[in-house]
């Protein structure tokens, strides 16, 4: 499935200290009513949570990191699911020998400093639906 989208408009600014990223990226979409877009974002954690996709079982398994980490880059996207917007971003951190992290994004990864651009899109709205191929929630494909 392909989609044609159009940047409307670029939202930047920062995310606050102590705060939950992947919860305060789905605020900030819910705040600004961005409900299709891509995001973007740099800074540092204090502690981190991943996901794997575990291809096999269909389920995540957990990556905790806890202790300081440089946010190298974030990237991901923002579509419906359940008619909300939903954040769904993946995310690359470094430890302070330049080591690296990176996986699916999860609740439990906190900010110690983040600087976020958000690209609102227009075009024919993505919805999520569960997958049984993959076990994944996806976009719908065109009918
Ligand atoms: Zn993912």
């Not at 961005?34 to 954690?45: D, N």
């Not at 939903?86 to 470094?94: F, R, S, T």
């Not at 609740?107 to 983040?114: D, K, L």
């Amino acid at each position: 499935m392909i989609r044609d989208m159009k940047p409307v408009g670029i939202l930047m600014g920062r995310l606050p200290h102590g705060s939950d990223l992947l919860d305060s990226l789905n605020q900030l979409c819910a705040d600004t009513k961005v409900t299709l877009g891509r995001i973007e974002a740099i800074g540092a954690v204090q502690e981190a949570r991943l996901q794997y996709y575990d291809q096999s079982k269909k389920q995540y398994q957990e990556l905790r990191v806890k202790r300081p980490l440089e946010i190298v880059s974030l990237i991901g996207n923002v579509s419906l699911k359940e008619n909300q917007p939903m954040v769904h971003a993946h995310i690359c951190l470094a430890d302070d020998e330049g080591n690296a992290f990176g996986g699916h994004l999860a609740p439990g990864t906190i900010v110690f400093a983040c600087e976020f651009t958000l690209t609102r899109l227009d075009g024919p709205a993505l919805e999520r639906e569960q997958d049984t191929q993959t076990g994944l929630p996806l976009w719908k494909e065109e009918k």
